[in-house]
């Protein structure tokens, strides 16, 4: 049987990522708690808006109501990346060869290694940014759509279209794909092999009861997994046409009560999902069977995390009833 180690915390927690084997948890009103034998603290922003890890190196990428971007080590030290005054850094993003993205307003700017910064406008605002797997690329979630641009190049972006607002983005673990959650209860998709000139395919994933604000790959990409039902909803992306005409997988299946966070087990086919009333299932895709991680407890699960050995499983919830699940136990 699975073991928790419950941590409570004053306020609603954005995230929750492993560095190592150390959970760092992000709250909301600006510092990071780390479970590092015993609790520590990090002040980092004055008012957090948004936390994601940053793939290619062990920290954090964070930003805030002060205008900053910040980077988190391992060992809790915080540096400063770049400063907007007066602005509001809600969306992040952590791209290959040290690049950090961020964005305000109608405004996204890709911060390189060497500190030069390219800036990229878009008519709306900007909701949602990715970078490509391979290659510096971008991609800039906006209203009617996504812009890809290439950082390093001058050339015009490659505008996908599809009308309605897109909130956030994230490319297939190959590249393959491009996916948006939308502001409608609704994923808009679009196969990115087309020949220049030659139309985008579209996948239009819809159905969903409540908005989708937590999505996750499988290790391999072959599965993409959202909430926004009181279900897991898991989308085949194995086959070279991704989802089209394909029905997805509906896991953890509850009656009336909404899946709020997923998150994929790094070295398997192996699923956490986390509900509005705080409980956590785990359920394997091969043949549905769950596994009941956590009872259900105070608040909506915001974020989940796994170490990278999969043995420790973090989650953080919007009322700070937090913990850490031991599946090795």
């Known amino acids: 049987m699975p073991t928790v180690a419950p941590l409570d915390l004053d306020g609603h927690i954005l995230a929750v990522e492993f560095l190592g084997d150390v959970p760092f948890f992000a709250n909301a ?24 890890r940053d793939p290619y190196s062990e920290s954090l990428i964070s930003g805030g109501e002060d205008g900053k971007v910040l980077r988190t080590a391992a060992d809790g030290s915080v540096t400063e990346i770049a400063q907007v005054p007066r ?23 890709v911060r ?15 909701e949602g940014i990715a ?57 808009h998709g679009w196969k990115l092999d087309a ?34 039902a009181p279900a897991a909803i898991v989308w085949p992306f194995q086959g070279k046409d991704g989802p089209m005409g394909k029905a997805p997988l509906e896991l953890g299946t509850r009656a009336n009560i909404m899946a709020t966070a997923v998150r994929f087990h790094p070295l398997e086919d192996i699923l956490a999902i986390g509900f509005i009333d705080g409980m956590i299932l785990a359920v394997r895709i091969a043949d549905s069977k769950e596994a009941l991680l956590r009872r259900p407890g105070k608040g909506a699960i915001t974020s989940m995390s796994w170490s990278k050995s999969g043995k420790l499983l973090a989650f953080a919830s919007e009322t700070g009833d937090c913990g850490v699940v031991d599946i090795s136990a």
């Open 131 to 187: 970078f490509a797997p391979k290659g510096l690329r971008i991609a800039l979630a906006r209203y009617n759509g996504v812009s890809l641009h290439w950082v390093g190049s001058v050339a015009k972006p490659v505008d996908l279209e599809w009308k309605g607002a897109h909130n956030a983005v994230t490319f297939s673990p190959d590249g393959q794909f491009l996916v948006t959650t939308m502001q409608e209860n609704a994923l």
């Open 112 to 126: 390189l290694a060497d500190g030069t910064t390219r800036e990229f406008t878009e008519e709306r605002t900007v």
């Open 195 to 228: 020949k220049p000139g030659s139309e985008t395919r579209h996948m239009r994933m819809t159905g969903y009861p409540a908005k989708v604000k937590s999505l996750s790959w499988s290790p391999k990409g072959k599965w993409l997994a959202s909430s926004g």
């Open 87 to 109: 602005k509001w850094i809600n969306q992040v993003a952590a791209g290959p060869q040290g690049a950090v993205a961020y964005a305000h307003g109608k405004s996204a700017l």
């Open 29 to 52: 009103a600006g510092s990071f708690h780390r479970l590092e034998g015993g609790e520590k603290i990090s002040e980092a922003h004055q008012g957090m808006l948004t936390c994601i």
